[in-house]
């Protein structure tokens, strides 16, 4: 499958380690956990901090459930954002 992230609005003051991270994590059906798939953070080298397109190829996808979940960081952040996710089954 392909993740898009599409970050097209951005404000606020970043210092060093701060602005947004994005991680999709699947959850195991008989445990109910959930594992982490994708975290913007590993794949870019550090948070996202301007408007931005990523293009994150998933080509192990083993979960049927998945949930997306963000951090937000830096003095008067906010972000404008989307995930989307497609999958051939």
Known sequence: GELCIDVTEVSGTFASGEGL???VEGKDEVS???KTIYDSYDKTGGMI???TTLWEPI????FRLLRVRWEISG???S???SVSMQAKA
């Open 49 to 51: 901090t301007s408007p």
């Open 32 to 34: 109910g956990k959930y």
């Open 21 to 23: 991270r994005v991680i």
């Open 79 to 81: 972000f404008t954002f």
């Open 59 to 62: 080509t192990d996808l083993a």
């Open 75 to 77: 003095t008067d952040p």
